[in-house]
């Protein structure tokens, strides 16, 4: 079984186009949609989580390349900036996957990278800004308001 996570990238004339059906029903490839920001006739991207036997995958990826799907391996990651971390856990709750997680007799809030899935959920709600967005994701996924804009506002 392969699995990898994958960021595609959409042009406009591709957006409307049910290429995450086809990659699923025709190539029989699991795919988890993880992020997403696409509109229709416009360009987007969409973080992946894809999943089967190597040959469908390589054949999966192949029906993207041949659609104009741009797909890069994610080389984004959530970093734990401990210095500028607080541990006052509001970023625990949020996270879906359990990469953040609070020692309970040190309080400490401590990251899994391995767990994490670049939902962005802990940037969104940390008013520390202790948790940040490596590689060229941060462009299109964090330009939004956060929990920190409105405090610094």
């Not at 993880?34 to 999966?60: F, T, Y």
């Not at 391996?73 to 879906?96: F, G, K, M, Q």
């Not at 940390?126 to 308001?145: D, P, V």
Request: hydrophobic letters at 35%.
């Amino acid at each position: 079984m392969k699995q990898m996570k994958k960021v595609l990238g959409f042009s406009e004339n591709i957006t409307e186009e049910p290429i995450i059906y086809h990659l699923i029903a025709d190539y029989g490839v699991r795919v988890n949609i993880l992020r997403a920001s696409i509109d229709p006739g416009k360009q987007g991207r969409m973080v992946v989580e894809i999943a089967g036997e190597d040959s469908q995958v390589s054949l999966g990826l192949n029906y993207l390349e041949r659609t104009g799907v741009q797909a890069e391996t994610l080389a984004e990651e959530i970093v734990h900036l401990t210095d500028r971390c607080t541990s006052c856990t509001s970023c625990v709750p949020h996270c879906p996957t359990r990469a953040l997680d609070v020692d309970r007799n040190t309080w400490q809030v401590s990251f899994d990278p391995e767990k994490c899935i670049v939902c962005l959920s802990c940037i969104d709600v940390c008013i520390y800004k202790a948790m940040t967005l490596t590689g060229t994701l941060s462009e299109y996924f964090t330009n939004r308001q956060t929990a920190a804009d409105d405090i610094s506002a």
